[in-house]
């Protein structure tokens, strides 16, 4: 059986990598048996998911930012274009309850970046999240309840479970894992690491995903 590197590799179009801190984050939840078979295909996560949805209550819930990580080859649902540029983006991650998205993406250099692309009936959230694979890390280990929520990112975790009414207790071992490994820090905001977190409609933004989408999406 392939794992979860190896299907999410396989998925990826023409001309794109699992860049290695992300291929070391699969690895880690293999490793860690963070990972299960389901009816859509394995998915991988930062922690163990039946002990995450066993604490959630009303007001609170552990185990740090919710995000799923999965093999999508079918990205026929954002009806690009052409298959030119259908073939710049590939899904790898659910990042919210809502259907939002991260992604990889070429850009007209063919450098490489993780986006992201939300629901429309929820998050409007569609920007580069970071070209750095070690950044998308580090976002993701800020403790955020999840990710697609760029209002939340000018504030710290804390400040948001505030604002939100709603606490996720951090994923110590997942920031363990990070700040070792890769010898880095965790963020303090969102911001530190999205530096332009545009939405749908924003035709003059100045990320380059999201201008592309608008030109780029029927």
Request: hydrophobic share 35%; with cysteine.
């Amino acid at each position: 059986m392939k794992s979860l590197k190896e299907l999410i590799r396989d998925s990826l179009h023409e001309g794109m990598v699992v860049p290695e801190p992300l291929e070391k984050l699969f690895d880690w939840i293999e490793s860690n048996g963070f990972c299960e078979n389901t009816e859509y295909g394995r998915v991988g996560y930062l922690y163990p998911d039946k002990k995450l949805r066993d604490s959630w209550t009303d007001d609170e819930r552990s185990g740090g930012t919710l995000i799923e990580f999965y093999a999508e080859s079918d990205t026929d649902s954002y009806h690009f274009v052409n298959e030119e540029t259908k073939g710049r983006f590939s899904i790898f991650a659910r990042t919210g309850g809502d259907g939002s998205v991260a992604a990889f993406w070429l850009d007209d250099e063919g450098k490489q970046h993780i986006v992201h692309v939300g629901s429309g009936s929820g998050s409007t959230l569609a920007c580069i999240l970071a070209s750095d694979a070690v950044d998308f890390l580090r976002l993701i280990a800020i403790g955020y309840d999840e990710i697609c929520w760029n209002e939340d990112f000018s504030m710290t975790a804390s400040e948001s479970f505030k604002r939100n009414e709603f606490v996720v207790k951090p994923n110590l071992k997942f920031q363990d894992w990070l700040v070792h490994e890769f010898n880095t820090t965790i963020p303090k905001t969102g911001l530190e690491v999205v530096k332009t977190p545009a939405e749908f409609g924003d035709e003059d933004s100045s990320d380059l995903f999201c201008r592309w989408l608008e030109e780029n999406e029927e």
